[in-house]
């Protein structure tokens, strides 16, 4: 990501801006874990300020005062988590500040155990009906403070390990299954989609997801510079996400370093890319911040975030079914309706499609910027019973036999 600078050429740190009326400004979270935001008119000045916030956050912190609350670990391990990108921490708080802010935040760290945890879930789950994803996610907004506070010597035993496992064995509790859609569905709706008169300006973005597999957030973050053409490469470097709290969409790196990589590209959507891009020569370029150039945008020039994507996917997908049903009552015949999916489904149709094909795990995974092989084993252990049935069909012979 390119480095923000003022008007001096003088590159600003996380969190510091230049304002239209000329001050600076620097906003952080606070102790008691609220943002927060100062001025100066010079940048010197700015940063001695900064110093003495940072100074007042590691001197408030520094105590290892039994008495110290979740609240206030929370507080501690935020300050110390400036590695998270912008959408993470935004996610982290939230899912933190909604659930556990206001029912456990106030307890003592050291008074906690193991069974308050469990209670604590088991209250999340029977009285707030939490799903299984969003309770991981708080889960996973406690487990940090819960180990530093443990390391710092506060807690004895990490009272939250194996909780999370605990719930899910009570409650028997599966993650969703992903759910990929078969190529013949696929097909269904792009035909719908380019004959749509609703639909058809967005069938674009669709194929573009369906033949690269890309996550929604990096289409959104896709720029012109990063297809090539002449060696039918598109390469995968930045997303674009909206942060609810400052009510901005803002351009970062993704989700991981392994998200950042090149992807092959095949020649239907060399031919699809091409004529949008002549199409966009004389047009304004859609831009966000100091970036500009992005390949899929709004009518206003400004980049999609996965919530615009996902809302006209999910419009498609109704106006199909609605005019499935209608066709297959005039021909008295039951409708062969798609069922519930998302545009991160055509990922895992994507990525499912490799699979079936037999490309080598290894590739397979770099061109989905898995962070693990172990997410593309999944997949690929889960590709079509029917590929499974013919294989085991073509070797049957050699199997034992009685004559």
């Known amino acids: 990501m390119k480095k923000r600078k003022d008007k001096y050429g003088r590159v600003l740190k996380e969190g510091e801006g230049l304002r239209k ?56 391990c935020a300050a110390n988590r400036q590695f998270l990108k912008p959408k ?96 013949e569905n696929l097909n269904k709706l792009a035909n719908f989609i380019a004959n749509s008169r609703k639909d058809s300006k967005y069938l674009n973005i669709f194929l573009t997801l369906a033949l690269t597999g890309m996550r929604v957030s990096e289409l959104c973050g896709l720029m012109w510079d990063d297809i090539d053409f002449e060696n039918e490469t598109i390469s995968v470097k930045r997303t674009v996400v909206y942060l609810s709290k400052e009510a901005k969409k803002i351009v970062q790196t993704p989700k991981s370093e392994s998200g950042i990589r090149q992807i092959p590209m095949m020649s239907k959507l060399k031919d699809i890319l091409l004529e949008m891009y002549e199409n966009q020569k004389d047009m304004p370029p859609t831009t966000c911040g100091e970036y500009s150039g992005f390949v899929f945008g709004t009518k206003t020039g400004a980049p999609y975030i996965a919530k615009d994507v996902e809302d006209k996917f999910r419009n498609a997908l109704k106006h199909y079914n609605a005019y499935e049903t209608e ?50 084993i999944n997949i690929y252990s889960e590709v079509s019973d029917t590929k499974k049935r013919n294989e085991l069909r073509q070797i049957e012979e050699k199997f034992i036999s009685i004559n």
Do not use: W
Not at 21 to 48: F, H, M, P, S
Not at 155 to 166: H, L, N, Q, S, Y
Not at 334 to 351: A, T
């Open 88 to 183: 993470s921490r935004e996610v982290y708080e939230y899912s933190y500040g909604r659930h556990a802010k206001n029912t456990i935040g106030d307890k003592k760290m050291r008074d906690i155990k193991y069974s308050d945890m469990v209670l604590y879930f088991k209250y999340l789950a029977d009285e707030k009906h939490l799903s299984l994803s969003a309770m991981r996610s708080i889960y996973h907004s406690l487990v940090p403070l819960f180990k530093m506070a443990l390391r710092d010597g506060i807690i004895k035993i990490d009272p939250i390990d194996g909780v999370f496992a605990e719930i899910r064995k009570m409650y028997q509790l599966t993650p969703n299954k992903r759910s990929a859609v078969s190529q």
């Open 21 to 76: 009326d000329g001050l600076y400004q620097y906003r952080y979270n606070g102790i008691d874990g609220k943002r927060k935001t100062v001025y100066a008119k010079t940048l010197d000045a700015l940063r001695e300020k900064e110093q003495e916030i940072h100074s007042d956050i590691y001197n408030g912190f520094c105590n290892t005062d039994k008495s110290i609350t979740v609240n206030q670990m929370f507080a501690r």
């Open 327 to 376: 066709q297959a009552e005039k021909e008295n015949r039951p409708p062969e309706l798609i069922e519930k999916c998302s545009p991160h489904s055509m990922r895992h149709s994507f990525c499912s499609l490799l699979c079936e094909n037999d490309l080598n795990i290894k590739t397979i995974q770099e061109i989905m910027g898995h962070k693990n092989v172990a997410t593309t």
